[in-house]
């Protein structure tokens, strides 16, 4: 498959400024920058979690619960998707990756769709959203007007991976949410104040702020042992 012509078309009208070299190397340097990208939304979950009231415990462990696994979902969803839709991201895409000539591609991955930063943000997000819309909207619009344009700049993503990613995060958010509903067994972990609970949601957050890439790099690691 191929990306779609409007996502060609961007990519061409940013290409002027792929001429100016210190322009390029800050972009490349904020695209990459864990302090702009996973921190904030792995804060923004240590910090809800942390200073919440006693009293609300239990519904702030069940929100950090639904989006942990919305998360899974989202990651599952992805892996799926990938099998379907393949194009290679921009810097790499034959027509246009004579544009890229300061610099290499963001990421070394054959396939750009769909965005999985894009999935992990909004899922957080949208469940962020559950507790405090405009919290949740704040972190939602720095993916969509910061992140994700800087993913594209640099020749990362299309314009269609991050709102793929967006629409995949929104989905898996309300799958994770009918599944915590619907098994009693989920309902009562959420209510939990065993520590190996506790040390899982530390884990996922730290991962969160790494964009997982700890996770990513084991699971190509023994993909690579195996085949």
């Not at 009293?55 to 942990?68: A, D, N």
């Not at 990756?97 to 054959?110: D, E, R, V």
């Not at 506790?198 to 195996?226: A, Q």
Request: glycine share 6%.
């Amino acid at each position: 498959m191929t990306p779609t012509f409007l996502d060609l078309k961007l990519i061409q009208l940013l290409a002027p400024l792929q001429v100016k070299p210190f322009f390029v190397d800050t972009i490349d340097l904020l695209s990459q920058n864990a302090l702009v990208n996973g921190f904030i939304y792995a804060a923004a979950l240590f910090l809800f979690w942390h200073f919440s009231e006693d009293s609300g415990q239990v519904r702030v462990q069940r929100i950090m619960l639904t989006i942990l696994i919305g998360t899974l979902f989202g990651a599952l969803c992805s892996l799926a998707l990938q099998q379907l839709i393949r194009w290679p991201p921009p810097a790499a895409y034959p027509p246009l990756k004579s544009l890229y000539i300061l610099h290499s591609p963001l990421s070394p991955n054959s396939n750009s769709f769909p965005s999985d930063s894009a999935i992990l943000y909004s899922t957080v997000a949208f469940g962020m959203a559950a507790w405090n819309r405009k919290l949740g909207m704040a972190l939602l619009g720095w993916l969509l007007i910061f992140i994700g344009p800087l993913r594209i700049f640099v020749g990362g993503h299309y314009p269609t991976d991050i709102l793929a990613g967006v629409l995949i995060g929104f989905c898996s958010l309300q799958g994770a949410k009918v599944l915590v509903r619907s098994l009693p067994r989920l309902e009562s972990l959420a209510s939990s104040q065993a520590t190996i609970f506790r040390v899982i949601f530390f884990l996922w957050l730290f991962e969160v702020g790494n964009e997982f890439k700890d996770v990513s790099d084991l699971l190509h690691s023994v993909l690579h042992l195996v085949m």
